[in-house]
Structure formats: C-alpha cells, structure tokens
C-alpha cells in the first residue's frame, strides 16, 4: 500500500514541477497570455467551458441534461457522434471487405493493387474533394473520418484471416463443419485479434480526422471550437480544448483496451 | 459389419517440391477391421502421416483406391474424427465449447449436446476445467479435450497423428491408458501414428512398420499381448527388439538421404 502511494507521488512529480514551472513564467509576465496563458487561467477557463450557461431549472428538463448543457459537453458530444459515424462507416464497409480480400486470393489480386495505391494518401490530403463532393457540414466530415477509418481496419482485417492457422480450419472441417460455420465460428474468431488491433488503430485516426474535418467544414464540435478560439486570441480557450481532445483521447483507448482485453480473454500474451 | 473399415489398395501419394516429384507413399495395402487398433510406425519421411491425412480426407491419394467405412474418401468429415499432434483446439473457446463444437456444427439439440459434454468432461476428468481457455491448460490437459472434442462427436473411426509426441513420458503413459480405456469401452477403429516404438506395441492390435520413401508397408506384427500389458515383460521386450531392428533399417536409408542431401 505504501509502495503504491510512493509511485503515485513519484509519478506527479515531473507534472506538478512542470505547471508550477509554467505558473511562474506567467506571473512574472515574461510572456504575454495570448502566447502562453497561465495555467490557472487555463483551468478557469476550462471550468466556465465545461459548466452550464444557465441555472439549474428543474421545470427545464432532468439535472444531467442540464449538467451537460455547458458548451463542452456539447461539443464533446457532438465530436464523439462523428467519429461514431465516420467510424461505423468506414469500419463497417472495410470489415466485410478485409474478411473476402483475406479468405478469397482472387478477390485479393483483383482489389490489392488498388488498395496499396490508395492507402498511403492520407484522409487528409481528401480535404478538397471532400468539400466539392460533400460541400460542407457533417457529410463531408463523416466521408474523412470514416477513411481514417477504413484502411487500419481492412489491413489488419486482411492480415488477420490470411494469418489464421490452417490447423483450425483442418480441425473444424474434421469435425463435420461447412463454409459458413467455418467463417463464421473460426476464420473470424481466429483473426480477432489483428481485427482488434485494426479497430484500434482506425478508432485512432478518426480521432485525428474528426478534429481536422472540424476545423474546415463545420462549426460545431471540439475541432472547430479550438479553431475559433483562435481568433479571439483566446489561447486559454484553446489549451483547455486541447486538453479536452487529450482527455477524450485517452478515454477512448482506455475503453477500446478494455474492450480487447475483454474480447481476447482467450489469447496469449494481451496486454491487460 | 463384415466390411472393413480401412482398405487401401495401392495407395500411391505423389508430391511436388521444389519442381521435384516425391513419392511419399506408393503400394501402399492396408486393412483394418472396425473395432481394430492399429499403429503406424516409422522414422520420419516414411509418410505415416501422409496415409492419415488421405484417410481423413485432408490430402487425397493421387493413385490406388482408398475407402473407409466402404465408401470411398473424397474428403474430411465426421466419420474419421482426427485427433492432432499440435491438439489444434480452439483457442477461443473455453473446454466445454470446444467439446461442443461438432454437435453444435452438426444441430444437435442443446439438451442432448449439454448431456454428452457432461459425460465427456467426467469420462476425461475435464469438469473442473470446463471454463478454462486451451492456453491456461497444460499439454496433457488439452489433448484431453482434444480427445473429448472428437468422442463428442462419436465418429466410429479415431484417427491419431502422434497425439502424445509433444507430452512428457508420464503424462503420456496415462494417456495412452485411458485411450485404451476408451477404446475398450467405445469399439472405435484407432488407426495412431506413432515414431515410438514402445508406444506401439503398448497400444496397438497390430503394427504397421513402414519403409523411408517411397512409404510402403514394410512388415505388419500383430501384437496379440493380452492388456494390460507390461513393457518390461519378456514377451514386450521380444517384440521391442524386432520391431526395433525393422524400423532402424528404414532410420539408417533416412539418415543415409539425409547425408546425401547436404553432400548436394
């Protein structure tokens, strides 16, 4: 207990040293606060961000849509809606692909080339099309997160099923099952962990795509809210969505690490 | 039940490596009878293995005439149950689904399926390992539910690919027991590839030594030892020494092969 408690000190120790570091530069007015905002301010800001506009009225509606009524939480929500969408797109379209390319060599040859001409071209780098084929709003925001998307999960999909040990499906087809079982019961089972791993990862860059889709064609959402920011030179307001991206961030690996913790209970050497 | 429920006829398997054609089994004549324990044995490269895969239907014959059960083999299925060396369990299914799995496959209905884990798991002393995954059980443990997973599905036939190679001799020597337990009581056809030769004339109604490529039957012994039978017997030891003296002529042709191989 007290070991435990030792390292939670020690690991504090560079953060803490850090911001006061940082509080000291901004109170000795060496930098303006458009450049580098003290970070009590950026906590404030960050307070009056995420807290509701208005009081608590409880004819309104229920307290937690209240609680959630603040700008934060909104564009929090928002955020969170694409990726969901550009991701069951993009992850839902390259799943079943990956899983053909990977369990059908003709399919494979046909389609391969294509996809290695396609996957280096970052989502990014679609932003003008995107906009003269979406014009602006969510369409074209969802058409680039779910290309973000949609190569991690088709790699580690294909990768998957052409990994999966031939011993398996020698064993199953022994033991009476046909095409469909052996899909479904083994082929994808055995390949869940590369498919995982490809969730992951296409989770990841949506991530990284929302925010950059925000900032050019909406304004809605944590991207765009940074961005405008900006223009005020509000640099506190920018920190502290920043630091709400992190936190988002981290949420959501946390949970996907939970999640293939929990879906490969099974395999060797998953990481907890 | 007068058919047999082997019978080859000049089974002959050709493979192409490297642009060079190896004949791994050739002529190959073979009978066994249903209830029938029999052991291929042989060094490695006499192609034991590749007549289990033809009779399980993995690997087909490129020439002869192969039938099981008097029908002749196209292909796998649930009639030649195959129990693998490497266990080949399912290492996402916990025991008992993993024992399930042929009965589900096969749309048996749950009770009866929940009935017959039940009794498989008990007959392996497997119950109190029902919720574990093949990676939290040792190598014993898992060709236990290798076992149980193709008892499950009651295939007349067993077909066993050096199953208790990879297992150290103690656990092996209780394996072997309980097989012959559950072939005393079940009248399965066994047909078990082995490369040790106690473990042979331990198991089998008959041995089967086979020759280094091309693989031909070389000798067939009948062991007619009544089990339980005691290794350190003279009668074992008689045979041990025969036996032994027929597979090292087909080990000194594969080392000689081997030597010429590298001398290349």
């Keep these: ?69 603040g700008e934060l939480p909104h564009d929090v929500l928002t955020s969170l809606m694409r990726i969901a969408v550009g991701f069951l797109i993009g992850g839902g379209l390259a799943l079943p692909l990956g899983l053909l390319m990977g369990a059908r060599p003709r399919v494979y040859e046909l389609l391969n080339p294509l996809v290695q001409v396609l996957r280096p071209i970052p989502p990014i780098a679609y932003i003008p099309l995107a906009i003269l084929w979406f014009g602006l709003g969510d369409p074209p925001a969802f058409f680039l997160i779910s290309l973000g998307a949609f190569f991690p999960v088709l790699m580690n999909t294909i990768a998957g099923v052409r990994a999966v040990d031939a011993i398996y499906l020698r064993a199953a087809r022994n033991l009476g099952a046909g095409q469909w079982t052996l899909f479904w019961r083994v082929m994808i089972p055995a390949a869940m962990p590369y498919i995982l791993t490809g969730i992951r990862v296409g989770v990841g860059v949506a991530f990284i795509v929302v925010i950059v889709a925000e900032m050019i064609a909406v304004n809605t959402g944590l991207g765009y809210r940074i961005l405008e920011a900006r223009e005020y030179f509000w640099s506190d307001k920018v920190i502290a969505g920043m630091i709400t991206i992190g936190l988002c961030g981290l949420g959501i690996d946390l949970g996907m690490s939970r999640l293939t913790g929990r879906l490969l209970r099974w395999h060797r050497g998953v990481e907890g | 039940m ?79 149950a195959m129990v693998f060396q490497e266990y080949a369990l399912f290492p996402w299914m916990t025991v008992e689904r993993n024992v399930a799995f042929g009965l589900e496959v096969a749309g048996a209905a749950p009770a009866r399926i929940a009935e017959v884990v039940e009794g498989l798991l008990r007959k392996l002393g497997l119950t109190e390992f029902r919720d574990r995954y093949p990676k939290d059980l040792s190598g014993g443990m898992r060709q236990r539910v290798a076992i149980a997973r193709v008892l499950a599905i009651d295939s007349p036939m067993l077909l066993m690919d050096e199953p208790f190679g990879a297992l150290d001799a103690l656990t092996r020597r209780s394996l072997q027991d309980e097989l012959l337990r559950i072939w005393s009581e079940l009248k399965k056809t066994i047909v078990f590839v082995t490369h040790g030769i106690e473990e042979s004339i331990y198991l089998a109604d008959r041995v089967v030594v086979m020759t280094y490529r091309p693989g031909t039957v070389k000798r067939i012994v009948p062991i007619t030892l009544p089990r339980p039978r005691d290794p350190s017997s003279g009668e074992f030891n008689a045979l041990k020494r025969e036996i032994t003296a027929l597979v090292m002529e087909e080990q000194a042709r594969h080392q000689a092969d081997e030597v010429h191989a590298t001398a290349d």
């Design chain 2, 2 to 80: 007068s058919a047999p429920a082997i019978l080859a006829r000049g089974v002959r398997k050709v493979f192409t490596a490297g642009g060079r054609e190896v004949v791994a089994l050739d002529g190959i004549d073979l009978e066994v009878a249903p209830g029938e324990l029999v052991c291929l044995l042989g060094p490695s490269g006499c192609g034991k293995s590749t007549l289990l895969n033809a009779i399980a239907g993995f690997s087909l014959p490129t020439g002869g005439e192969l039938t099981a059960l008097g029908k002749p083999v196209t292909g796998p299925g649930p009639d030649r």
């Design chain 1, 1 to 69: 207990m007290a070991g435990h408690a030792a390292r939670l000190l020690r690991s504090l120790v560079v953060p803490v040293l850090l911001l006061a570091a940082w509080e000291g530069i901004s109170l000795a007015g060496w930098v303006t606060p458009i450049i580098l905002p003290a970070p009590t301010a950026v906590a404030a800001r960050w307070w009056a961000y995420l807290a509701p506009l208005e009081a608590f009225d409880p004819a309104a509606g229920p307290w937690w849509r209240w609680a959630l009524s």
